[in-house]
């Protein structure tokens, strides 16, 4: 096997060490949103507002840098409205399911759930598209799903008091399969937008989509809200969402996506460490367990096979 050369290898080391630092404050979203609903009284529309509101101007500069840079934008009206529904579906839907979700479960759980999405974007593939599922992605879809049982009645038995566990695991669910759609959306609209303009562009239709549901619901208490609520609202865009997202989208054109994809899997691991030291949640055998096997199955996914 050829030996990448000197340089090339400290690119790829770079790769994976931004990759791994973007995975791991990805991880950090679920902690502070458990901290803002534990600390305040915020409700789960209110803090995705506050964090869109901090973080959309940067991806207004990114997608003017961008289409700056880029030959104009050449799509039809049915391109046009693909990229308005994988905008909904990846930062809109699916975000403000997590945070409802966030509300009823431990932040262990509902990383482990929404590490479900690259399986769902499988199965979506190859029933919406006909794209034969590989032996591989087989075992992987196994080891996912195995994995999820395995902590999901593990959590059971320790929330057992919790009447709204089903519920928060449901809307996580629903997150996972609605990201799903937007990870489907990467592949069908970045090769006619660029990776960039695609990332850039859907997120700042979900923060329409966002800022429209907000001023139709109608309840502007949020500007009357506390300095912590929006102390809150800053970190989760910066920490949580802004930084790492550029740090993944620098790292996979380092490594490649297939290798960011088996790089990002510590993010279960990284979320149930902080839950546990941060939040106090408990650590027990079948969430180990289970979250080996999603790891594994994530692995396998993500694995270039030769």
């Avoid at 490649?256 to 650590?283: K, R, W």
């Amino acid at each position: 096997m050829t030996q990448l050369p000197i340089n090339a290898r400290k690119e790829f080391i770079a790769g994976i060490f931004i990759t791994l630092t973007g995975a791991i404050l990805f991880s950090t979203k679920a902690i502070i949103v458990k901290l803002t609903f534990r600390d305040t009284s915020t409700d789960a529309l209110s803090l995705l507002t506050l964090r869109m509101l901090f973080a959309s101007p940067f991806y207004f500069i990114a997608a003017w840098w961008i289409s700056r840079k880029s030959p104009p934008l050449k799509m039809n009206r049915r391109q046009y409205a693909l990229l308005f529904f994988y905008g909904i579906c990846g930062y809109y839907l699916s975000s403000l399911f997590d945070f409802l979700g966030l509300q009823y479960i431990s932040a262990g759980l509902e990383r482990l759930i929404l590490f479900l999405y690259p399986s769902f974007a499988v199965l979506l593939n190859a029933t919406l598209f006909k794209q034969k599922v590989l032996a591989h992605q087989r075992w992987a879809l196994v080891l996912t799903y195995f994995g999820i049982g395995l902590a999901f009645f593990g959590e059971v038995y320790i929330d057992a008091g919790n009447p709204y566990f089903y519920l928060g695991s449901l809307l996580v669910f629903l997150c996972a399969v609605t990201y799903a759609f937007y990870l489907v959306g990467n592949g069908r609209m970045i090769p006619i937008m660029g990776a960039g303009r695609f990332t850039a562009y859907s997120i700042l239709i979900a923060t329409g989509g966002i800022f429209l549901h907000y001023l139709i619901r109608g309840d502007y208490s949020l500007l009357q809200a506390p300095a912590i609520t929006w102390k809150y609202g800053l970190i989760l865009a910066v920490i949580g969402t802004v930084i790492p997202t550029f740090l993944i989208s620098l790292g996979m054109k380092k490594i490649g996506s297939n290798n960011a994809a088996i790089v990002s899997s510590i993010g279960p691991v990284s979320t149930i460490l902080q839950a546990h030291y941060v939040l106090g949640e408990p650590i027990f055998a079948e969430q180990l367990i289970g979250t080996a096997l999603v790891v594994a199955g994530v692995l396998v996914l993500g694995w270039k096979m030769k």
